[in-house]
């Protein structure tokens, strides 16, 4: 198709538009168009986003089968799609296979980058444990052609922490914090995320003001960050007067940050300040996202506000067109058990049937909806037939309902 063009595609171009195949149309759509390249170069250059797509699909015969081909084919000399492979890896726990490709890296003199090396360290650190870890690290110090960074640090921090190292793991901390830049604040939050799962809320603290001296204005994703850390630390105190900080600051209303505090809220019970910051928030033009109504719904099932919640669900099911939201089954059921202990067939109805449509009905589910049918003698004919198409398991007091409705 390309050689039908007035212009030649470069290489960086084919990967492009191998990335927006998969964006727009599919990924089996790309696949077919890595098939047709017309050389290796663009073979090359399209690869990293094909794999990139394999990772995030977790698609690990796939990907293997790629980088096969590749090296058939002498391409892979980056360590790019390398680490992608070794990303794949850790994210399906198959640890042991890291190693492998560090040594297909060594073999074929591909040099490791940062990114190479911790994952290398947090591979062997669920292999083979803490020693074998430091002798990664070892051997990073002293390659010249990487610098260690606070990622590296911040990664050892976390193999102490998870072997309960802890005095390691905060002397690992302090090192990363040496290497933080003064023109970027990733690492200063992913510093403060580490130090609040050690509970270590001065250095919370500390390191968030010391963000604040960094260029640049501080995001809504920065806010949230630390949010989440007070209130993993218990101070909902603190988290309240940064909230209230960023309210301040705000351009635009990001009610995600909100979200963080009323989750915090429900969590611990207090429904009354949940409600008066979700008015408060609808008074600031924020707009609830799924997120909220289902923190809503927690909440108001909790506190036994069933009307107030399967209000709430409604909401978050007329959001479905926009994301992949699916409500937590323990809430899903509660509104189901509400509504037949008050005889609202009709609502349990087209309450189960949306249920049903979401792909996450169950077998007490349905056992409710049967009763409600056999209590006001309605036929059970779709009931069995969405059952079916859910491959529902029944048992045997689902079987007697099922008798007893004469289907």
Not at 140 to 153: A, F, I
Not at 282 to 295: A, D, M, V
Request: with cysteine; charged share 25%; proline share 3%.
């Amino acid at each position: 198709m390309e050689a039908q063009n007035r212009f030649q595609m470069s290489a960086a171009d084919h990967a492009l538009r191998l990335e927006l195949i998969i964006k727009i149309q599919s990924l089996a759509e790309a696949e077919e168009y890595f098939e047709h390249l017309p050389n290796s170069s663009a073979q090359k250059a399209a690869c990293l986003p094909l794999l990139h797509a394999y990772v995030k699909e977790r698609a690990v015969e796939k990907a293997e089968a790629l980088m096969q081909k590749l090296n058939d084919q002498g391409l892979t000399v980056s360590p790019h799609p390398l680490n992608e492979m070794m990303k794949l890896y850790m994210g399906m726990s198959q640890f042991e296979k890291v190693p492998s490709v560090i040594l297909q890296m060594k073999r074929n003199k591909i040099p490791l980058s940062v990114l190479s090396y911790n994952l290398w360290m947090s591979a062997c650190s669920e292999v083979s444990g803490i020693a074998s870890a430091e002798m990664v690290y070892k051997e990073m110090v002293n390659d010249k052609n990487v610098e260690v960074g606070w990622s590296s640090l911040s990664t050892l921090a976390n193999i102490y922490q998870k072997s309960g190292l802890i005095k390691k793991a905060n002397l690992a901390l302090k090192s990363a914090e040496k290497k933080l830049s003064g023109h970027n604040r990733l690492g200063y939050f992913f510093l403060i995320t580490m130090h609040a799962s050690l509970n270590n809320k001065e250095e919370v603290l500390r390191l968030w003001e010391a963000s604040k001296r960094v260029t640049g204005r501080i995001t809504s994703t920065n806010y949230m960050c630390i949010l989440l850390c007070l209130v993993k630390l218990g101070d909902i105190a603190e988290a309240e007067r940064i909230f209230r900080e960023w309210e301040s600051k705000c351009i635009k209303y990001d009610i995600r940050v909100s979200n963080v505090l009323l989750g915090a809220y429900v969590r611990t019970g207090s429904m009354e300040k949940a409600e008066s910051l979700h008015l408060h928030t609808l008074e600031r033009c924020g707009r609830p996202n799924y997120k909220t109504w289902e923190i809503l719904m927690e909440g108001w099932v909790k506190s036994q506000k069933m009307d107030k919640a399967i209000n709430a669900m409604k909401k978050g099911f007329s959001m479905l067109k926009h994301c992949d939201w699916r409500p937590n089954p323990g809430i899903v059921m509660a509104i189901a058990e509400y509504l037949e202990k008050h005889g609202n067939v009709n609502d349990l109805n087209r309450y189960v049937k949306v249920i049903h449509q979401l792909g996450i009905a169950n077998l007490p589910l349905y056992k409710s909806l049967l009763r409600m049918h056999l209590l006001f003698q309605r036929p059970g004919f779709d009931i069995l037939k969405m059952m079916e198409k859910d491959e529902i398991e029944i048992d045997d007091e689902t079987t007697a309902l099922v008798q007893a409705l004469k289907v």
